[in-house]
């Protein structure tokens, strides 16, 4: 595991304009952008260079994190902070059939396709949960043992990693399920992708500053 880009430069290209966008998926396999818009309650979508904006949903309380289930075509998104109706949500891709799934907030949303299971961060106790997809056989996996600090998660090869204030942890699934530290710096994380090259596992940390939002989404290339 190591730091990316950390030898490599990159620059970052202006993709399109948003109001207080706090979650983003990207659709890599029909090219789309998803975003959420904080106090907007709306979900977007574009396409990859920032054409064809179309607003996908309205929801009736203010939206944080997104996710993609791209094999069954649902939006899984959490409704969050500003009201009491805290919950994970999903719809299909053109913002139709909405459901609720969960019954709490989470900062962080990703799903492991191995076993078809949702995964999240409850922002308010630490806690790292997970449900199948249709929100049955809900259950914690891993606390964090810090509240309110936790904003990034991503599963890959039925590995978790999270965001703990400025840490990264990888958690190992079941049967056995086991918590390391892979990372620690000085600043605080808010957020985390996580992809694999060469058969080298490469993370990319995200740095914000809060509540200051970024109201632009940037590519990296």
Partial sequence: ????P???PYTSELVTSASEPIGVIVDSINGHVYWTEYTAKKIYRCNLNGTGRLLILTDNDALYAITLDHRNRWL???TTYTTNTRRIRRSRLDGTDIRNVI???ASVLSIDFNDERLYWMNFATGDLKSAHLNGTDASKVFSTNTTTKNLGIYVLDSDIYCVNVNQIFKVSLPPV???SVIYAGTNRIFGLFV???KREYFYIEIYLALPRLISQITMMT
């Fill in 1 to 4: 595991m190591k730091d990316y």
């Fill in 6 to 8: 950390s030898e490599k």
């Fill in 76 to 78: 899984y998104y959490s």
């Fill in 103 to 105: 019954d709490e907030e």
């Fill in 177 to 179: 399920i086991s918590a």
């Fill in 195 to 197: 992809y694999k090259e």
